[in-house]
């Protein structure tokens, strides 16, 4: 008869690729049940975004199989829960991870990045909130349809919390919702700053598995007041191949990497990598440039988690207050979710061998 111990010992031979651990050791298996030559089980991944699913699958199948034999009938449930090391933070303990998404010239493309990122992590099951923290220049309303919602305001615990706006299934905040557009350029640094601290500290998110943090172009008092206000767990900077984005975009990284900030770089999205028209779908042209994010990424030893084309759907989508993501058979979508799904990846290894970034306590 076939015990617990013998499915427990084959699987502690299947490593995680990422975490380069054994599944047991990482406490990833659960609910083992064995009736005859019949074996379930669940993986608990994770991250639902993880492109590993299928070959961590078929390698408990091969292990149980190596070591128990052949005619076995294998039942592998594969779930997954968000890792986290913010589990006693102070602000926001419903919230998993805090994602800087940063970028260093203006427009290259980072609310478009951020809102499609957000769209793929829902879509792969995960909870996911954005922060516009572009408070001068608010594009996440717009972007998701959103700009004549407002959040609704109630009481809890005797305090008035500001609920997020829900829209296509993500939880989101921007001064486009609270204040008249026109509004929002005229606001001083510390007004500003004020304002994210509120996105914070009155905001009710609940639970969630990422909150992406949209921040404005370059290394404004609002990165500052980020990393004083929440321990973010990772940054994510977006560029475009061309040099004068990809020399801005290196001193938002290294601003991220300075000792008193120290926020780990979880990736660098490339974005407008390359145009390939419609008509001629192997042609690449590379408008502004080729590779300039993809080289960076090496310069800096951070991992590259994504090239996202130059695509008239992108552009279109944003415009119309639907991201290209909403649309799961347009074939550039497949771009953003692979890019998503790096990011999770790499956010779990983050999390499985850096401890909590610290806050930055301003001296
Ligand atoms: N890959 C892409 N293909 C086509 N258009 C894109 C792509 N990425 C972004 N865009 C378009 O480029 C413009 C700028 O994008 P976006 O507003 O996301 O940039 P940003 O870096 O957030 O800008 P800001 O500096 O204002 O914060 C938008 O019109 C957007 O639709």
């Known amino acids: 008869m076939i015990t617990k111990e013998q499915v427990l010992q084959a699987l502690s031979k299947v490593e995680e690729p990422d975490l380069k651990k054994d599944l047991v ?20 991944l994770t991250t639902p975004a993880c492109p590993l699913k299928e070959v961590i699958k078929n390698r408990c199948i ?21 890792t986290s090391i913010r589990n006693s933070a102070p602000v926001l303990p419903g919230v998993k991870n805090i994602i800087a998404i940063s970028s260093g010239k203006g427009g290259v493309g980072k609310s ?14 995960a909870k996911v909130g954005i922060i516009d923290a572009d408070i001068f ?9 959103a700009e ?9 615990d005797g305090k008035n919390m500001i609920h997020p706006v829900i ?12 204040t008249p557009a026109d509004n929002a350029v005229v606001w001083r640094g510390p007004m500003a700053s004020q304002a994210l601290r509120q996105f914070f500290g ?24 980020l990393v004083q206000t929440v321990p973010v767990t990772g940054a994510v900077i977006v560029t475009t191949p061309q040099k004068v984005a990809v020399a801005d975009a290196t001193k938002g990284l290294s601003m991220f ?13 490339e974005n407008m990598a390359y145009f390939t028209p419609k008509e001629l779908p192997d042609n690449k042209y590379y408008i502004f440039g080729k590779d300039g994010g993809e080289e960076m990424a090496k310069k800096f030893d951070a991992p590259l988690i994504g090239k996202i084309p130059l695509v008239q759907g992108i552009r279109e989508g944003g415009d119309e207050g639907r991201p290209l993501m909403m649309d799961e058979q347009n074939p550039t979508s497949k771009a953003f979710k692979e890019t998503a799904e790096r990011l999770a990846q790499q956010l779990a290894i983050r999390n499985a061998n850096a401890p909590q970034t610290e806050r930055v306590q301003v001296s």
């Not at 091969?62 to 968000?82: F, S």
């Open 257 to 269: 990497r300075q000792p008193q900030i120290n926020v780990p770089i979880l990736g660098v999205v």
């Open 167 to 178: 829209q296509f299934g993500i939880k989101m905040i921007s001064i486009g919702f609270l």
């Open 112 to 125: 478009t990045v951020t809102a499609n990122l957000a769209l793929a992590l829902k879509q792969s099951g």
């Open 25 to 44: 050791t990482l406490n990833m298996i659960k609910d083992i049940e064995i009736n005859g030559n019949k074996i379930t089980f669940t993986v608990v």
């Open 202 to 225: 009155d905001v009710d998110w609940g639970e969630l598995d990422y909150l992406l943090i949209d921040l404005p172009p370059g290394t404004s008092d609002i990165h500052l007041s």
């Open 137 to 145: 220049g608010p594009s996440i309303p717009m972007m998701f349809g």
């Open 62 to 82: 091969e292990a149980l199989t190596t070591d128990l034999g052949e005619g076995l009938d294998i039942t592998v449930n594969m779930t997954a829960e968000v």
């Open 148 to 156: 004549d919602v407002q959040p609704l305001i109630a009481p809890k």
